[in-house]
């Protein structure tokens, strides 16, 4: 039974600690840190958690009844418990991004390297989900030939709050795909551009400008064009279609009835990702504690990863600017990060 103290009670706090409660095995919580103590304090008594107030990150990573840590803070706040964990030889399952910048994700894979050992699983949920799988053993068992070229959709129903930012839609929407791709793929980035096409009239978000469309060009020269709306107005869509030199690959349809009434055919679109990656979320989660408590290497998305993304994002943000072709250069990945993905 692997004891998890968890850092951070906002949402994504909430959708792990209910699957944590109601879905998963072979865990409990046992430390809670919330820099607002009333939110550790809610969320502990809405699950009814047997577990105690932490007073710090430092408390928490470092107590005697902590086995493994969770992060689930602010974006900018990930890099201390993280090092704190590697620091003190404890697994840390981190919500994405692993550091808002790409100098604080370096320190993290020098710890870890430093260490000889991966701590860290970055919680790109996505990786989980059986029809992502799917689409990755399909392209790896070489059935479409070598992937060249791709389309991925990302549309939210309304953006996220009236403040959302043109930058956010690469920070929180695109940093998915930018983990996914280059998983498929089985290539490094060489670069990304992003485009502002006509601006939606109905965007109410004053300083996100939308929609985006991000391309990224890969090492070998496969490109994939991704379309991102805050605004669809009609529901969450994600879809993702790899081109290959001899067949398609795409995600399916989401499995939903159809309704035929009223002289029309049509089933329901989610609102947003928390019932579309439900089992994700789920598998992501019971795959960091399974190997927390066999003891065994972790094998999701890698510190490495988490700088890919991050790195990516950067040079999204600053395309941009000026909608220009932005180069991305990356070290060379550390052995420790070579395993096969
Ligand atoms: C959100 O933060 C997520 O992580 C969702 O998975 C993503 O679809 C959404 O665009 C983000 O805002």
Redesign the pocket.
């Given at each position: 039974m692997v004891k998890i103290g968890l850092i951070g009670c906002g949402a994504?706090a909430h959708t792990h600690v209910s699957n944590l409660v109601n879905h998963l095995k072979g865990e409990e919580i046992t430390e809670v840190f919330d820099v607002v103590p009333q939110a550790a304090k809610d969320l502990i008594k809405e699950y009814q958690l047997n577990a105690h107030l932490s007073e710090s990150v430092d408390a928490l990573v470092n107590s005697n009844n902590v086995d493994v840590v969770m992060v689930c803070s602010r974006n900018d706040t990930h890099v201390e418990p993280i090092l704190a964990a590697i620091q003190a030889h404890k697994y840390v399952f981190t919500e994405?991004p692993l550091a808002t910048t790409a100098a604080a994700c370096k320190k993290i894979i020098a710890a870890e390297v430093a260490a000889g050992q991966r701590f860290v699983q970055v919680g790109f949920?996505?990786r989980y989900d059986p029809a992502y799988q799917e689409l990755k053993a399909t392209i790896d068992q070489g059935l479409i030939g070598a992937p060249l070229m791709g389309y991925c959709r990302?549309f939210?129903t309304v953006p996220?709050t009236s403040y959302f930012k043109t930058e956010?839609?690469i920070n929180?929407?695109f940093?998915?795909e930018s983990d996914i791709i280059h998983w498929l793929f089985k290539d490094d980035y060489a670069s990304v551009q992003v485009q502002f096409p006509r601006p939606n009239s109905l965007n109410p978000a004053a300083e996100l400008k939308d929609p985006q469309i991000v391309t990224v060009k890969m090492k070998q020269g496969a490109i994939v064009n991704v379309y991102l709306n805050?605004n669809s107005h009609y529901g969450?869509e994600?879809r993702c279609q790899v081109i290959g030199e001899k067949g398609i690959a795409q995600l399916p349809e989401v499995n939903r009835l159809d309704l035929h009434a009223d002289r029309k055919i049509y089933h329901d679109v989610d609102y947003?990702?928390s019932n579309r990656?439900v089992e994700a979320y789920q598998r992501e989660l019971q795959d960091f504690i399974d190997h927390a408590n066999r003891q065994e290497a972790l094998t999701g998305p890698t510190a490495w990863d988490g700088y890919i993304a991050t790195v990516t994002s950067d040079c999204a943000i600053q395309s941009q600017k000026n909608e220009a072709v932005v180069p991305i250069e990356l070290p060379e990945r550390p052995e420790l990060y070579q395993t096969k993905e």
């Open positions: 994504i994405k949920m996505r990302h939210m996220p956010n839609t929180d929407s940093i998915h805050q969450y994600v947003d990702w990656f």
